[in-house]
């Protein structure tokens, strides 16, 4: 008997494939690599000891209840913890304002099912979260980058560009962004609001990293503008302040964008776990996540100097880079004529990693473009990836 064929997969998921540089990275598992390439949250200050003590405790009280299946929206203590460390920091939210999600980046998948239509415009800045970039693609959205530079999205040219393409909505990551770490100042997240408010677009405003501040002072959400209030969706996370592993995220949305995510959220997986939002919960109530934060931010920016310190004698003389006030990412731009994407095989030769720039592109890529994170490795171990970088670019 002939076998028949099976049919193809979805154009979608063979357009957004493995990349290049994705193999290369896969080579820095070995554990005499020192990656700045990662963008992991440290694992030794995960706070093991009060999770393990969270999950005991509602699996020892309520175990009917946290094994259950359980509602779309999420935990009825969690949205309320959330609403209220949102509420502390300027914007007033209520638990019924929020839905919990697998991570934040549920969170833009249920908005693109939620939101987008194939061939929509979604505007991104450029350079993007990566992963972000891939979900509006699966979607089939028409992604249109708009130009940053060192204070990120540039009010003006977003201005033509939404004239001109009509956009539905905007995704920003305007606090300590990701590749870049850049934060968007106040003046230019009202002139984003306004431009929202002027030609009717969202807003997706994702703040995985908002908390991880070492330095200056909080500038307030562009949620908490009121012209685009709204029309904004907030995104946050216990990726980074937390763990990753629990896969816990959340979205803040006005009532008629939110009842739509609810429905795509029952169609991608019900709810998220019940024991995981549970145990967070949990952890809210009887911990103190403001302390723990604390204790993270204190090594990470210890941790981000010792970059800075040593950025310069590692990389090409004439390079430059930026100082971020918190999150996990430097950017770093090589001297003209060199290629972060050609010298990154040298560089894992070395046992030295980073992530080149130019995949975040939306638009044309800067080749010499890289992001390094710094939360991964200690001050010691920093100090010493810097060395195998310079080594590497000595020799370049
Ligand atoms: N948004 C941004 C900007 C990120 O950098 C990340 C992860 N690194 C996410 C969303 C997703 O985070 P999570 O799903 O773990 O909450």
Redesign the pocket.
């Known amino acids: 008997m002939t076998r028949a064929e099976l049919p193809a997969t979805a154009a979608r998921a063979t357009t957004v494939g493995s990349s290049p540089v994705r193999d290369i990275l896969a080579l820095t598992a070995r554990p005499e690599v020192i990656s700045f390439a990662g963008?992991l949250p440290a694992p030794e200050l995960f706070d093991s000891e009060g999770i393990r003590a969270a999950y005991a405790g509602v699996l020892a009280d309520a175990p009917d209840r946290v094994l259950q299946y359980s509602t779309t929206e999420g935990d009825p203590d969690l949205r309320a913890a959330v609403a209220e460390r949102m509420t502390v920091r300027g914007l007033p939210t209520g638990a019924d304002d929020l839905i919990v999600t697998t991570?934040?980046?549920?969170a833009l998948t249920l908005l693109a099912i939620a939101l987008l239509e194939p061939g929509d415009v979604v505007l991104v800045e450029d350079p993007c979260?990566l992963?972000?970039l891939q979900c509006f693609g699966f979607a089939g959205a028409r992604v249109v980058p708009v130009p940053t530079d060192e204070q990120g999205l540039d009010p003006e040219a977003l201005e033509e560009i939404v004239v001109r393409e009509r956009p539905k909505l905007l995704y920003l990551?305007p606090t300590f962004q990701?590749p870049t770490g850049r934060t968007l100042p106040l003046a230019r997240r009202r002139a984003v609001a306004q431009a929202a408010e002027r030609h009717g677009f969202w807003i997706v405003e994702?703040d995985?990293y908002g908390e991880l501040r070492y330095d200056g002072e909080p500038v307030p959400w562009i949620a908490s503008i009121p012209a685009a209030a709204d029309r904004t969706v907030l995104l946050g996370?216990f990726?980074k302040i937390m763990a990753?592993g629990l896969?816990l995220?959340y979205l803040r949305a006005p009532a008629a964008l939110r009842r739509a995510c609810v429905i795509s959220k029952q169609s991608a997986d019900l709810h998220t776990s019940t024991v995981d939002q549970a145990a967070a919960a949990r952890y809210l109530r009887d911990r103190d996540l403001d302390a723990h934060v604390a204790v993270i931010r204190g090594a990470y920016r210890e941790r981000r100097d010792a970059l800075l310190g040593g950025l310069g004698d590692a990389l090409p003389a004439a390079s430059r880079w930026n100082r971020p006030e918190g999150g996990m990412f430097v950017w770093a731009r090589l001297p003209e004529g060199q290629d972060a994407t050609e010298l990154l095989h040298l560089a894992v030769g070395n046992d030295v990693a980073y992530v080149p720039g130019a995949p975040f592109f939306a638009g044309k890529p800067d080749p010499g473009a890289l992001r390094l994170s710094f939360t991964t490795h200690s001050p010691t171990e920093i100090q010493e990836g810097l060395r195998r970088l310079a080594g590497v670019f000595a020799r370049a």
């Open positions: 963008g991570g934040s980046q549920q979260y992963a972000a990551v990701n994702d995985p996370s990726s990753p896969r995220g």
